[in-house]
């Protein structure tokens, strides 16, 4: 079975600061990796994907995620964070192959203090 | 582009009641799903279909049932709605497990 676990549920940051959002998954083989964003009063966007190849892939808007197998983790960074960018971010996972499942986290409500 | 459309935007119930969301997209993508949206605890997977006239049961299946009688078209029945039940149902659609494309979702609150 496939799950995923984004250990923080609300994360303040000062605009113009770092950002990193955590996110750990669990499945046995090579996983499909996501990041969706979810902005008030809004539908589901995807800011990112991971298949294969380079662990460092990059995003809409500055963001990007590195994919670390020995350590089950997908975390988003940003270097510096704008106020347009609060909102509630979803890692999600699926198998990369046949199996279509995709499981989301419980998601992580984004607060940018001016 | 393509689009996926939720039919209703909102809907109201009764406690007891059966009640029907329905989606459509035009992607020609082959996999659909339906998840639940509650605060605090993400998307939970309800039910999955690969092809048309297949279904997969998620995490959350239990008080629902799905139909898939057209590639384009796949539809979720809450069996039984339950008193003060308020959540928003997401409608989506992929290429085999791949980027997912959502719909903006059915509102649901029993009354």
């Known amino acids: 079975a496939q799950s995923v676990t984004q250990p923080d549920a609300r994360v303040t940051v000062s605009e113009g600061a770092s950002l990193q959002l955590r996110c750990k998954y669990s499945y046995s083989g090579t996983p499909y990796l996501f990041w969706y964003v979810q902005y008030p009063r809004q539908g589901l966007q995807l800011l990112l994907k991971y298949y294969s190849g380079d662990p460092v892939v990059q995003g809409v808007n500055g963001f990007e995620a590195e994919f670390i197998k020995s350590n089950s983790s997908f975390h988003l960074r940003k270097a510096s964070v704008h106020w347009s960018d609060s909102a509630v971010y979803f890692c999600?996972?699926?198998?990369?192959?046949?199996?279509?499942?995709?499981?989301f986290g419980a998601g992580t409500k984004l607060t940018i203090k001016p | 582009g393509g689009i996926i459309t939720q039919t209703p935007k909102f809907l109201i119930g009764q406690e007891g009641q059966k009640l029907t969301l329905k989606c459509q997209q035009n992607f020609n993508h082959d996999t659909m799903y339906w998840y639940r949206q509650d605060s605090g605890k993400g998307l939970r997977l309800i039910y999955y279909s690969i092809t048309e006239n297949d279904l997969q049961k998620g995490d959350l299946s239990e008080g629902y049932d799905a139909s898939r009688e057209k590639k384009s078209s796949f539809s979720l029945t809450v069996t039984s709605a339950q008193k003060n039940e308020m959540a928003v149902f997401l409608c989506?659609?992929?290429?085999?497990?791949?980027?997912?494309?959502f719909g903006k979702g059915t509102r649901l609150t029993v009354v």
């Open positions: 999600a996972v699926s198998a990369n192959y046949g199996n279509e499942k995709i499981t």
């Open positions: 989506a659609s992929s290429i085999k497990g791949t980027e997912v494309f």
